[in-house]
């Protein structure tokens, strides 16, 4: 079964727009997921010419793969942010999310597009899972959040015990982006798709150049799970991790809230409505950084297990995977790019908690870019350097280069690929020569492509669950043809040379 997103598959084609060459726009806006979307229809409700650019498709990326959560019980990220920040910055940080979830809602309500309140459930089954979800509760207290201590839940299997926020939310999350495309395009917005944003000058105007030409703005919103420029150095500012969602046909009930596990391996669950009326389970988890699993196919079938083990007669339907990064100091970075002149902006590390900081994201942009203030958003952006968040960006940053020298290593001593196609599904890293070489076939079609990350240089690994080659430096992913799926990455992998080239080439050496 290929993955395929339960909210893609059951949604129709969003209407987009054709590409105006040299364009002029008040602010262009990258990236057409719920960052992309909200940001631009607020800005075009305070009476600006907005333009959005959108690599793939609208939706194609996290915003289209994720839970579909909105909640403010997130897990145990409150008592991380409260270990890395102070506690005006954790109070900021849910009134941030608070605003978003209410700003996104009262929409919801207005276009008419259903959702569905559900508790929300942190649950714990080990006694290490109950000390995390006491340091959650006191987190959430600190920051107001009437948060219930539980001793069991509707869940089929024991607990250690629970946290429980009621009066969250539930959403499809394309139903969403739908209703956002169509009220922003009805007030005069453009959203262009296919085209890959490649560089972004901060001149006046600045000048996009994308993959039909250039647009021009007087800003520009960067909206793209982490930052295409790299001004900043924000790549090495958050760390990527890639999840699993399965879909399943249970029979009998399925527990009623939302429910997320303290402990790792990371369990998600929630109810989703079927076309039929019925309603599915979703289950996810395994995170792990892109490029650095195995086997995420194996990731997946664990998933599938643990579903059917604990929900006998499970029917998979669906699966697919979302990518999400996370600051090392647990607040998302949001605000004007580093380098930019003040007429570039971005938006970054949510942590899995998009669907409420994405919206919080919007809004704090809308204001810095209309010249309001917001109380929240003034602290939570506020960056203040502390020894941990230090520690966590070594540790994220070691991470990456170990996995840097890792790859090399083993890509220079693999096998020398000549023009022989690898089995079907399957792909491999060896060697021409002295340059690393990516071969896979798909479908019936051999791509032999240079195994270098076209980003930082970084040695790609085969993701044997989605058929892909990913990046274990940064989190770029390629498709087996070489073209860029997601990431900071903006150009294709090469074309790898050919064994007479190659040969050649070390004969003169």
């Not at 991380?80 to 978003?100: F, M, P, Q, T």
């Not at 939310?169 to 495309?181: F, G, K, R, T």
């Not at 909206?223 to 991790?241: H, N, Q």
């Not at 079927?274 to 699993?293: F, K, M």
């Amino acid at each position: 079964m290929p993955p395929t997103s339960l909210w893609i598959d059951t949604s129709p084609a969003i209407p987009t727009d054709a590409f105006e060459w040299d364009g002029h726009y008040d602010t262009i806006v990258v990236g057409a997921g719920l960052t992309g979307l909200a940001t631009a229809l607020m800005l075009a409700r305070s009476g600006m010419r907005v333009l959005v650019l959108e690599a793939r498709t609208v939706g194609a990326v996290t915003t289209g793969n994720t839970t579909g959560k909105v909640s403010l019980l997130q897990g145990t990220t409150l008592s991380g942010i409260r270990r890395h920040a102070s506690e005006a910055v954790l109070c900021a940080y849910v009134d941030g999310n608070a605003a978003g979830q209410g700003w996104l809602l009262d929409f919801l309500e207005e276009q008419g597009v259903p959702y569905q309140l559900r508790d929300a459930v942190t649950y714990a089954t080990t006694l290490d899972g109950l000390d995390r979800l006491d340091a959650e509760l006191a987190a959430a207290r600190i920051a107001g959040l009437d948060a219930v201590e539980e001793r069991t839940t509707e869940l089929p299997f024991p607990v250690e015990g629970a946290l429980t926020l009621a009066g969250q939310a539930q959403i499809h999350p394309m139903e969403v982006l739908a209703a956002l495309a169509a009220e922003f395009r009805r007030l005069g917005g453009r959203i262009v798709e296919g085209e890959r944003v490649t560089d972004v000058s901060a001149a006046k105007p600045a000048v996009v150049t994308s993959t039909s030409g250039t647009s021009r703005a007087g800003q520009v919103v960067l909206a793209t799970g982490t930052p295409i420029l790299d001004r900043g150095l924000y790549f090495a500012k958050v760390e990527p991790s890639r999840s699993y969602l399965t879909a399943f046909r249970v029979p009998g009930e399925l527990p009623p809230g939302m429910y997320l596990s303290a402990e790792s391996p990371g369990r998600s669950l929630r109810r989703a409505p079927a076309a039929d009326g019925s309603e599915l389970l979703l289950v996810g988890g395994n995170s792990h950084p892109p490029g650095r699993a195995d086997s995420p196919a194996g990731k997946v079938a664990d998933l599938t297990s643990w579903a059917e083990q604990f929900f006998p007669g499970a029917q998979r339907t669906h699966w697919w995977a979302a990518q999400d990064y996370r600051s090392a100091n647990r607040i998302p970075f949001v605000g004007w790019l580093p380098r930019g002149r003040g007429r570039v902006y971005l938006a970054t590390g949510y942590d899995k908690w998009g669907m409420t900081n994405a919206v919080a994201a919007a809004l704090s942009l809308t204001a810095d870019l209309t010249g309001e203030t917001l109380e929240w958003a003034r602290v939570m952006h506020r960056r203040v350097t502390r020894p941990v968040d230090i520690a966590s960006g070594v540790a994220i940053n070691a991470g990456a280069g170990k996995a840097a020298v890792t790859e090399w290593a083993a890509a220079e001593t693999g096998p020398e690929l000549g023009d022989e196609p690898v089995s079907e599904g399957t792909g491999t890293v060896g060697r021409r020569g002295r340059t690393p070489v990516a071969v896979s076939t798909v479908d019936g079609t051999t791509c032999a492509l240079t195994a270098i990350c076209s980003h930082l240089g970084g040695v790609v690994r085969w993701n044997d669950a989605e058929l892909s080659w990913d990046c274990p430096l940064h989190g770029s992913r390629f498709a087996p043809d070489g073209t860029v799926l997601e990431g900071p990455a903006t150009q294709p992998l090469a074309e790898a040379p050919g064994v007479r080239e190659e040969g050649a080439a070390e004969a003169s050496a």
